[in-house]
Structures are given as C-alpha cells and as structure tokens.
C-alpha cells in the first residue's frame, strides 16, 4: 500500500509514533550538541555551524527521500501535509523568531532537550516559551490582522515558479554543498 | 568523574534527523514540530483555570476542539523529545551540565535573558505558524515557499540580534 499508512493525528498509534518520533528527534538533536545553548549560538558568531550543517543536512536527505520515493510511488506526495504559506507573518514571525532564538540560544525543540537534559538555562527559556504563547493567545486579537494576512495556501517553490520538483530539488542540494564548503572554511578560519 | 562523550559529527547527526523526519513523513504524513506542543498546553492550562477565556481566544479555541489539547500529536512528540534528550544525555555523561551562559554573565542573569528570548520567540512562532521544527525543518524539505522565508527572516534576525547580544555569549 501507498505510504503514508496512518490517517488522523490523535488514534493510539498515531500518538505512540508521536512519542517514539520524539525520543529519535530528542536524542538526535542532543548527540548533535544543540541542546547546548552556547553551542547553538556559535553559529551566530561564525564560530560554530553546527546549527547550519544539521539543519540543511537534514532538510537535503528528508528532501531527496520524499521526492524519490514520490517518484517510485511509493508515497502519495498529496497526502504528506505542506505547511501552509502566510508571506507577510511569516517573514515578520521570523525575524521575531529569529531574535529570539539569538537571545534564548535555544529554539522551541532543543530547549525541551536542554531543559530535560537539566539544564536551568534550558528550562528557563521553556517557561518563557509557555508564557509567551499564553500571553499571544490571550492577547490574540491584537495580533489577528497580521496573522491572517497574505495566505498562499500550500505552496511549493516549484509550483511558485513554475519549474520542476527535480530541478528545485538539485538546486537545493547545489546550494547546500556550496554553503557546507562555505560553512567549512568560515570555522578554520584563524 | 569522566568526560562527557563528544558530540557527533553534524553532518551525521544531520542525515540521522533527515531519515527521523522522512520516516515519520513516510508513515504519518505530517513532519516534525515543537511550538504547536506549547501552544496545546497554553491552550489546556487556559482552560483547566479559565474555561471561558480560553473558548474567547481564537487561537486557543483551535487546540480546545476536537479531541483536546493533551490529545495533540505534537504533545505526545514533544514528550518524546524531551525523553530522548534525557536518555541521550544521560548515555553521554552529559546529565545535569551546568546553566549555559557567555563568561561575562551571571547564572541569574541568564536565566531571565533565556526567559525573555523564550517569550519573543514564541511570538514569533505563533505568528509564523511553527517554529525551527515544523515549519523551517519539515517544510523546507517539502519545499514550502513560507517556510524557506521563515527560514531566512529568522536567520536575519538572529545575524541582526546577535552583535547587540555580545555582552551575554561572548
């Protein structure tokens, strides 16, 4: 049968792949070092570029993955949920995110790694995480224009610019071994 | 004592978390995620103490239907997390490490720094609809337009924050 084989989020299977998804992710970002905030933050300083390396070495194997098993079909590409594109949220909320993250020197999963490894530091910046999102959620209409702006709906880089899911996905993986060569050579340096 | 295990190789440690996220990708249909399990528990500690407020929130109200915010897949995965970073960092020697802050900042200090960058980053992530997980990670890799933007836009903004952030890492 055409994978993906689980359908709806909340049936005991689906949440027992939730949970052993996350001891994998957990336990990869923890190896990784990135439940280390000093570490994380080294990528903003050009010191360390771990951050860079996990995150696109992922993003390229999940990307080739997808699209060849697509390509065999052996899995329904149109039944694998795209987050949605929201322009205008999503270019502000991430630069607020991005802010953030420079200042708490975890993000939303590696501070759960952090703080359940016991690191204080780690459980500080989940606390901050909680009452953030209570606070926008409280204070919602504030923010609703804003987040309700610019909806594109699930779009991909090839359908936005009409060019074929392999070549965007060569282009991709271009990028990321030019900017791993980059990454390289910014840490050697003296 | 002994020293911690070395961390791992990060193209390595990369591919691992690329094949975790295919997997569950492959299986479920959905990715990776951490910011939606925060905003489930927000939503459920809201309404444990304040039913009606919570319903009165648009954004909360969301996590409140269906099966409820602790039945929400991304709470089971991030409880997950959290035991895999555990068992990792015990496995490692790396349990209990001290509060991670630059040389010229006092633990206190930090904590309340980590608080705060806690708290804008989740504004951000609410506005974006995910975080570095769902959206930068699993939509990058489905080639989402708005997640390779969040990507870039949060990459700005910490190179943007982080020569004003000196004094707490350097």
Redesign the interface.
């Known amino acids: 049968m055409t994978a993906p084989w689980i359908d709806g989020d909340t049936s005991a299977a689906a949440l027992a792949i939730a949970g052993a998804t996350g001891v994998a992710f957990g336990a990869t970002l923890e190896r990784a070092g990135l439940g280390s905030a000093r570490k994380l933050v080294g990528q903003f300083y050009g010191v360390d570029l771990t951050v860079f390396k996990v995150m696109f070495t992922a993003i390229v194997v999940a990307m080739l993955g997808a699209f060849w098993l697509g390509r065999l079909g052996l899995l329904e590409l149109s039944r694998v949920w795209v987050p949605e594109t929201w322009i205008a949220p999503q270019l502000i909320g991430g630069l607020v995110f991005g802010v953030g993250m420079a200042t708490a020197g975890l993000c939303p999963g590696t501070s759960c790694v952090a703080a359940a490894s016991g690191r204080g530091d780690g459980l500080a910046v989940v606390a901050g995480m909680l009452c953030g999102v209570l606070a926008v959620g409280l204070g919602f209409g504030r923010l609703a224009g804003l987040y309700e702006a610019t909806p594109r709906g699930a779009l991909t880089v090839p359908g936005w610019l009409g060019v074929p899911y392999g070549a965007v996905v060569a282009a991709v993986v271009a990028i990321a071994l030019a900017g791993f060569h980059v990454a390289e050579r910014i840490e050697r340096r003296p | 004592m002994r020293a911690p295990r070395a ?2 190789d ?2 390595l ?20 995620g ?2 939606g399990a ?2 489930a ?3 459920g ?2 309404h444990a103490v304040a039913p009606d ?1 919570a319903q009165a ?4 109200a969301r996590y409140l239907a ?2 409820g915010p602790w ?4 709470v ?15 496995a ?1 020697g ?9 040389p010229r900042v006092a ?1 206190p200090a ?53 020569p004003l ?1 000196r004094a ?3």
């Open positions: 961390y791992a990060p193209y440690a990369g591919a691992w978390l690329g094949l975790v996220l295919l997997a569950v990708l492959v299986v479920t249909g959905r990715g990776l951490a910011s925060f905003a528990a927000a939503a500690l809201t407020v929130s648009p954004y909360f269906g099966d039945r929400d897949w991304l089971f995965e991030i409880a997950g997390v959290a035991l895999g970073g555990l068992v990792s960092a015990w490692a790396r349990l209990g490490g001290a509060v991670e802050r630059g633990a930090r904590l309340a720094i980590g608080f705060a960058g806690g708290a804008v980053m989740a504004v951000g992530a609410v506005l974006a609809r995910g975080c570095t997980s769902g959206l930068a990670l699993t939509g990058g890799a489905l080639l989402s337009v708005g997640a390779w933007l969040f990507m870039l836009a949060a990459f700005a903004g910490a190179y943007l924050a982080a952030l707490v890492w350097r």
